[in-house]
C-alpha cells in the first residue's frame, strides 16, 4: 500500500489517505481507529482502508486500545498481515493487551469491505497453542524468537503444529536449557517443555523430535485409544503404530484405560517394549491393571495369521478368562518367578503355549502344584492351576514344526 498523505483531522487523530480510493469505496468501507493508550487515549490513527505496514504513518507497535466504527478488520502482529492476527468487530476495545496485541499491531485490513473477504495471510510456518490439543489462544511463528517474555507469549505454550522445516524449542531465551526440535507434524501435547518455551527458530542441525503418530490431534480415531482416567474417561491419546517411548509424546505412565479398535497390541512397563508386557486384543478395557499408569511403549503384535502357522517364536500366554478371552499376559522370556509382581497371580483361566515346553506352579518360585505344558492351546487348564498359577518357565527349546501340536490333555 502507497500513502498518499497523512492529515489531522482534529487535535491527536491522523486520517490516512490511499492512493487510489474513490470516494465511493471510501463511504462503503468500515472504519477502524487505533489509539496508543489504554482507554482511547493519546495519539490514534484512523483508517478505512488497507494498512499493509503501519510503520509508513509512524504507528507501528504503538497501539493499545482501538475503535471499530464499521467492518470487521483483522490486525496483525507483523507487516503484511503476517505474524499473529486477531480478528475484532464492530465495537470498543479499550485494552488490546487483552488479546495480547498491546504495542504489537503492525498491520490491519478490513475483512468484508463491499461483501468480499480480503484473501486470507498465508499460514504461518509453525503455530503454538497455550491449551492441549491445539486448544486456547494461538501464537504464529514465521522466523526465530530468542524470547517470547518480548511478545507475550513465554512460558504458554501446550501443544504445537509445525506446517514447514525443523524447528528448534528451548526451554530458557536465547536457545538455552533443554532444547528439542520439531519436524512437520500435529503435537497435541509437548510433554516437559509444556509451559517452558522461552525461544524457537528454525534449525537443520540436531535430531529432531518423532512426529507424532497420525491419530494424534487429527480426525479420525486410532486402532488404539489410550485414556487417562479409569472408565474411558479423561484425556485421550490415539495411535496407529508402535510408538517405543511414550514420554516423547506426554504420555508416559499415563494410561489408565483403554479401548483396542482392531488388532492385537502389546503394552510394556518400559520403553523400547522392555518389563512387564501384556497384549490386548480387540475390546474395551476399563482399568488396566497392574499396567495401569505404567505404560512407556506399546506395538501391534504379530499373530499367528500373520506368521502363517506355530514355532515362530518361544513364548506363553495366560488369559484370565476360559477360551483364551478375556485380559492376557505375555511371558516372552524365560522364567516369571512370582506373577505377583505382574498383577497376573491366581488370574490364569486358559493358556496358549507358542513354542518349547513350559512348567507351572501353584506357588512362587516353582512350588505348589506344578504341570509341564507343550505347544498347544489350552481352553481350560487343570483343577490344581486354574486361576491358581503363581509362577512359570521354560524348560526345553522349540517346538520343531510349524503346524499345531495336538495331544490328549
Known amino acids: 500500500m502507497r500513502i498518499r498523505s497523512i492529515r489531522w483531522t482534529k487535535p491527536g487523530v491522523v486520517a490516512l489517505l490511499v492512493a487510489g480510493a474513490t470516494a465511493a469505496s471510501l463511504v462503503h468501507a468500515g472504519e477502524i481507529t487505533l489509539f496508543e493508550r489504554d482507554g482511547f487515549g493519546g495519539r490514534s490513527v484512523s483508517t478505512s482502508q488497507t494498512v499493509s505496514n503501519l510503520a509508513e504513518a509512524g504507528f507501528n507497535g504503538r497501539a493499545s486500545s482501538a475503535r471499530v466504527k464499521s467492518g470487521s478488520w483483522q490486525l496483525c502482529t507483523e507487516a503484511y498481515f503476517r505474524g499473529r492476527c486477531v ?29 468480499e473477504r480480503a484473501p486470507p495471510a498465508p499460514p504461518a510456518r509453525v503455530q503454538l497453542f497455550d491449551a492441549l490439543e491445539f486448544g486456547g489462544q494461538p501464537f504464529a511463528v514465521d522466523a526465530a524468537i530468542n524470547n517470547f517474555a518480548d511478545v507475550g507469549f513465554n512460558d ?4 504445537m503444529i509445525v506446517r514447514d522445516g525443523t524447528w528448534q524449542v528451548c526451554e ?51 486402532r488404539v485409544e489410550l485414556f487417562d482416567g479409569a472408565q474411558l474417561d479423561g484425556r485421550s491419546f490415539a495411535l496407529d503404530t508402535a510408538i517405543g517411548n511414550f514420554a516423547e509424546y506426554g504420555y508416559n505412565d499415563r494410561a489408565q484405560s483403554m479401548i483396542v479398535r482392531d488388532g492385537v497390541w502389546e503394552a510394556c512397563q518400559n520403553a523400547d517394549y522392555r518389563g512387564i508386557c501384556q497384549t490386548f486384543g480387540p475390546g474395551r478395557y476399563v482399568n488396566l491393571g497392574a499396567l495401569a499408569g505404567r505404560i512407556s511403549s506399546m506395538r501391534p503384535v504379530v499373530t499367528d495369521a500373520d506368521q502363517g502357522g506355530w514355532g515362530s517364536g518361544a513364548r506363553a500366554v495366560l488369559y484370565e478368562s476360559p477360551n483364551l478371552s478375556g485380559r492376557s499376559f505375555v511371558i516372552n522370556g524365560e522364567v516369571v518367578a512370582n506373577l505377583d509382581k505382574t498383577g497376573f497371580n491366581d488370574r490364569a483361566g486358559s493358556m496358549r503355549v507358542e513354542g518349547g515346553y513350559w512348567i507351572f506352579c501353584s506357588d512362587a518360585d516353582f512350588g505348589g502344584e506344578c504341570r509341564t505344558f507343550a505347544p498347544g492351546d489350552y481352553a481350560t487348564l487343570p483343577q490344581e492351576l486354574n486361576h491358581k498359577i503363581s509362577s512359570g518357565r521354560r524348560i526345553q527349546s522349540s517346538y520343531p514344526y510349524r503346524q499345531s501340536p495336538s495331544w490328549p490333555r
Open 87 to 115: 480478528t475484532v468487530k464492530a465495537g470498543d476495545y479499550p485494552r488490546l493487551a487483552a488479546m495480547q496485541l498491546q504495542y504489537e499491531v503492525a498491520s490491519a485490513r478490513e475483512m468484508d469491505w463491499l461483501g
Open 172 to 222: 530458557h531465551a536465547e536457545f538455552r536449557g533443554v532444547c528439542r526440535t520439531y519436524r512437520p507434524g500435529r503435537y497435541a501435547e509437548l510433554g516437559d517443555l509444556g509451559w517452558k518455551i522461552s525461544s524457537i527458530r528454525p534449525t537443520g542441525r540436531g535430531p529432531a523430535a518423532p512426529a507424532p503418530p497420525a491419530s494424534v490431534g487429527g480426525p479420525q480415531r486410532g
Open 156 to 159: 504458554r505454550a501446550l501443544s
